[in-house]
């Protein structure tokens, strides 16, 4: 019976030992805090603006084709 708890115990302890351990990182926070990042982060933001307002347009434009052809669609011969 003793040595079956000293057992239980020893293998309790080992596992305990074994045990992972992590913390969690706030990097947001520590990222904020870091004026390179935050220019960084702002010149991205702005070239990302830039092509959203590219792509905007461009589909704008495809839109407008596309309503033209439409349009059109029924004028047009078999060929075309």
């Not at 003793?2 to 990222?31: E, H, N, P």
């Not at 010149?43 to 434009?61: C, P, R, T, V, Y």
């Not at 033209?68 to 669609?73: C, K, L």
Request: glycine share 4%; no cysteine.
């Amino acid at each position: 019976m003793k040595k079956l708890l000293f057992l239980l115990m020893l293998t309790g302890f080992s596992l305990a030992a074994v045990a992972q351990k992590y913390a969690v990182i706030d990097t947001r926070y520590i990222l904020d805090k870091m004026p390179d990042y935050k220019e960084a982060q702002k010149q991205l933001d702005d070239i990302a603006a830039g092509w959203q307002k590219d792509i905007d347009g461009k589909q704008a434009e495809l839109d407008r084709m596309y309503k033209d052809y439409d349009a059109e669609q029924v004028m047009l011969s078999e060929d075309l």
